[in-house]
T-cell receptor, first 115, second 116 residues
Framework: GNSVTQMEGPVTLSEEAFLTINCTYT??????LFWYVQYPGEGLQLLLK?????DKGSNKGFEATYRKETTSFHLEKGSVQVSDSAVYFC??????????????FGTGTKLQVIP | NAGVTQTPKFQVLKTGQSMTLQCAQDMNHEYMSWYRQDPGMGLRLIHY???????DQGEVPNGYNVSRSTTEDFPLRLLSAAPSQTSVYFCASSYGPPATEKNIQYFGAGTRLSVL
């Protein structure tokens, strides 16, 4: 099946710093790519997505571009805030052996932003 | 809006005990899933359902049972808990297949389970 590899954390940044969380994928065909965010004590929320090569997903100041040539979908934000402290999951579309379309998640990267 | 509601939030079991994790959604979503989240492993799909009365196995189904008698509810049953089932469990729902472009997957807040 498809898989994603994302950078290990934790990542600690000062407020207003630039954020990059790396994500690369291995897949057959052209999967959809996602970033999910999990705030402390909550479930995952979809942050952004991209469905084809060169698409840029964006939301809440975060961006990620679907790069087919480098099989990457790195998450970036120009100026992080304390409220961005969370765990970020890179994910992609995948299929079970029976054909069911599912989402395969990476291991998550914890981000801590200090004032 | 309630969204996806999971109960309980925390549970401690002894090896061999049984329990049911509850999941309910009020968005009239057809697709529902159960995941477990373990350190260093991301989320893994346990079971899923594509509508009332229709369930199937995910990647790690052993030791778990599910049923879907209504659109709203999708309980997960542990018949004989084992320490290897210590994890955080998430329920999720979506209108259609969760990996497709127009179907956002909504998650509950999770159940933290410890099996001693």
């Amino acid at each position: 099946g498809n898989s994603v590899t994302q950078m290990e954390g934790p990542v600690t940044l000062s407020e207003e710093a630039f954020l990059t969380i790396n994500c690369t994928y291995t897949a057959t065909g052209y999967p959809s790519l996602f970033w999910y965010v999990q705030y402390p004590g909550e479930g995952l929320q979809l942050l952004l997505k991209a469905t084809k090569a060169d698409d840029k997903g964006s939301n809440k100041g975060f961006e990620a571009t679907y790069r087919k040539e480098t099989t990457s979908f790195h998450l970036e934000k120009g100026s992080v805030q304390v409220s961005d402290s969370a765990v970020y999951f890179c994910a992609l579309s995948d299929r079970l052996s029976g054909g069911y379309q599912k989402v395969t998640f990476g291991t998550g990267t914890k981000l801590q932003v200090i004032p | 809006n309630a969204g996806v509601t999971q109960t309980p939030k925390f549970q401690v079991l002894k090896t061999g005990q049984s329990m049911t994790l509850q999941c309910a959604q009020d968005m009239n979503h057809e697709y529902m899933s159960w995941y477990r989240q373990d350190p260093g492993m991301g989320l893994r799909l346990i079971h899923y359902s594509v509508g009332a009365g229709i369930t199937d196995q995910g990647e790690v189904p052993n030791g778990y049972n599910v049923s879907r008698s209504t659109t709203e509810d999708f309980p997960l049953r542990l018949l004989s808990a084992a320490p290897s089932q210590t994890s955080v469990y998430f329920c999720a729902s979506s209108y259609g297949p969760p990996a497709t472009e127009k179907n956002i997957q909504y998650f509950g807040a999770g159940t933290r389970l410890s099996v001693l």
